[in-house]
């Protein structure tokens, strides 16, 4: 599995995705600047080898079942939801390529959802790892530009966040957040809970079947 990238930046021809999310420090969306990550005691025998349960935290391991089949590249402001066939319950995990410029949404295995999005660039770059979501706000706004941030949900405390923004255009960025489409932030921010993990990366490609990690 690649990553699907975007119509302004790929021209033509879709490559399915799975890695991603993004982290930023909490502002509004601005204009894009210039093209510029016991012990225990040995008298007791061991105990017996268990199989992993299926449904093994996200941040431990977790394998690409489906990719959504999107025709065509994701332009700018386009996001993609598709529940059928995916399981009610299940482990949930959000990935984010920077380069390709796709979060997706994963439950048990199944991407669900996917939407071109903002991030942060030059002085303000949305840095690569894994971070749980530690806090969800529907109606948060940011206390250091005044501006709302629909749909946040807190990567870190000092401001890294996914949210909803309606300026998810080609020329615009963020100071280092994630920012998707409002209507698919909605149901981003309903699906996930707080403790899901979100895994940002830059251009990592994953094939249907393989884990992705916690890096």
């Known amino acids: 599995m690649a990553s699907r990238r975007l119509a302004t930046r790929m021209g033509a021809g879709l490559v399915v995705a799975a890695a991603l999310l993004v982290l930023g420090f909490e502002v509004a969306d601005r204009p894009a600047p210039a093209p510029a990550e016991a ?23 977790f394998v690409v079942r489906r990719i959504l089949d999107i025709p065509g ?4 402001g386009a996001y993609h939801w598709d529940e059928s066939g995916a399981p009610a319950d299940g482990p949930v995990v959000i990935t984010v390529d920077l380069e390709a410029q796709v ?10 959802g996917a939407a071109a ?9 949305t ?14 706004v940011s206390n250091l530009y005044d501006a709302p941030m629909p749909y946040m949900m807190r990567l870190t405390n000092d401001g890294v966040t996914i949210h909803g923004s309606d300026s998810v255009a080609p020329g615009y960025a963020t100071h280092g957040c994630v920012a ?10 309903e699906t996930a809970k707080v403790g899901d993990l979100v895994i940002v990366t ?9 884990a992705i990690v916690r890096t």
Do not use: C, T, W
Request: proline letters at 14%; zero cysteines.
């Open 202 to 210: 830059r251009g990592k490609k994953l094939q249907m079947g393989e």
């Open 127 to 140: 840095p690569l790892g894994a971070f749980p979501i530690s806090q969800k706000d529907a109606r948060h």
């Open 39 to 61: 012990r225990i005691a040995a008298a007791l025998p061991a105990p017996p080898a268990l199989a992993a349960p299926a449904s093994a935290p996200a941040d431990a391991n």
């Open 103 to 112: 979060l997706s949404i994963f439950r048990g295995g199944y991407e669900i």
């Open 180 to 189: 998707v489409p409002v209507p698919f932030a909605k149901k981003l921010f």
């Open 117 to 125: 999005i903002l991030y942060g660039r030059d002085d303000k770059p």
């Open 73 to 76: 590249p994701l332009k700018m």
